[in-house]
């Protein structure tokens, strides 16, 4: 669940927000519409905590964890494909980077010995052993084949990184996603691999797309970005379009 609650911003002269009120609920898509420089992207980066609003909150179910498409291509060049998958969940990656640190220490003592039976037991409780597959399968259902999970980052086309960082976003099964134009350079098979996925996925979507017929398929409900202003409407597109 996301609360959203008395939400401004300004930037400037330009008032973006004004007391947005806004709940959020798992099992829906949000598909997030309005004209271009509404404010939908900024929106998406207040819910993600990237852009601090002049008032108001935004308050997240307490151990929810929120997976956000990353937009900076270039970002993650020195890592391995499989690897940027994997930190999409911070925790988990913090954890096998750790062990492996640890694992490798020629004078390996008793409190390092402790340390990893702590990391190997939050690790399996994150279903640590199942990470590597789980990727796997997310980059090879987005049509990322396995010839490239060992490749680096640097080594992709711009189009496959896009790929993988959308795989990333995906990775562990967050509670909410926050996809700011995922459909951007992905071919017709990995826009439908997707929309299944996101049909599929149990937590809270929410997700700006110019893609009508992507919205149509995913969206539950259209949070409508007009003046100021955030109304949520029940229903996809094509039924906001013709009821309003
Ligand atoms: N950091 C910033 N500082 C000042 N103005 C900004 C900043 N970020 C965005 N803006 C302005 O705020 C408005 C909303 O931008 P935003 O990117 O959120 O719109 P959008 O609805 O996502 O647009 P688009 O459909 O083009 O993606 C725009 O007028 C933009 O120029
Ligand atoms: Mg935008």
Not at 38 to 51: D, R, V
């Amino acid at each position: 669940m996301i609360t959203v609650s008395n939400i401004g911003l300004r930037f400037g002269e330009r008032k973006l927000f004004e007391d947005v009120n806004l709940k959020f609920t798992p099992g829906n898509c949000y598909g997030v519409i309005g004209a271009n420089g509404a404010g939908k992207s900024t929106f998406l980066k207040i819910l993600a905590g990237e852009i601090e609003p002049d008032s108001g909150e935004v308050v997240i179910a307490s151990g929810i964890r929120m997976s956000i498409l990353k937009q900076d291509h270039y970002q993650y060049d020195q890592c391995v494909v499989l690897d940027t998958v994997i930190m999409g969940n911070q925790r988990l990656h913090e954890i096998i980077k750790e062990k492996e640190e640890l694992y490798s220490k020629p004078d390996f003592s008793d409190d390092d010995g402790m340390k990893v039976a702590e990391l190997e037991s939050e690790f399996a409780e994150m279903n640590g052993w199942e990470a590597e597959s789980e990727a796997s399968t997310l980059l090879q259902g987005l049509g990322i084949g396995t010839d490239l999970h060992d490749k680096l980052m640097s080594e992709l086309q711009g189009a496959e990184k896009v790929k993988v960082l959308l795989a990333q976003a995906l990775f562990g099964n967050p509670g909410i996603l926050i996809l700011d134009e995922p459909t951007n350079h992905l071919d017709f098979k990995s826009i439908t691999w997707l929309e299944e996925f996101l049909i599929a996925f149990q937590g809270i979507v929410i997700v700006v797309t110019h893609d009508r017929h992507f919205v149509n398929k995913i969206c539950t409900h259209m949070a409508d970005v007009d003046f100021g202003k955030i109304k949520l409407y029940v229903g996809n597109y094509d039924f906001w379009y013709e009821s309003s």
